[in-house]
C-alpha cells in the first residue's frame, strides 16, 4: 500500500499517510488508556475474572466529547451492553467519571506526570 501511494503520490504523499496514520494510532491507543486507566477486575482463586461491570471504565458526559465521538464517552454502558449502538449509549452515573471531556484528557494523557497527579486520586477514590 504504502508503495503505491509513494508511486501514485509521491513522497509527500506517503509522508503526509504514515503521520496520518501515527497521529490516528497515537489517538486510538490515548483513549484506550484512559478510557479504563487504574481500573481493574478482581480475580477469583481459581484465576477466572469478574465480569466487566460499570466500574470498568471511565465515564465523560460532556457534551462536546458527545457530540464528536458519538457517546463513546458513555463506555460503561458499551462494556455494559456490547451490542448497543454508539449513538444510545447511556450515562450512568454510579461509574466513574473522567474530570473533563476527551479533547482535555488525552492531552493530558500525553503528560504523564500531570496525568498521574489527576487520575490517580480518582482511581483510588474508585477503589474504595
Known sequence: FAGVLLATLGPSGL????GSSWVGFTLLEAVNYLEHYG???QES???ALERV???HSWNSNYYLSRWF???LTRHSDHHMHASRKYQTL???DDSPQL??????MILLALLPPIWRKVMDPK???VRD
Open 53 to 55: 461491570d460499570i466500574q
Open 99 to 104: 474530570p473533563s471531556g476527551y479533547p482535555a
Open 39 to 41: 481500573l481493574q477486575r
Open 15 to 18: 509522508l503526509f499517510y504514515l
Open 90 to 92: 447511556r450515562n450512568l
Open 123 to 125: 482511581v483510588l477514590q
Open 69 to 71: 465521538l458519538f457517546e
Open 45 to 47: 482463586a481459581d484465576g
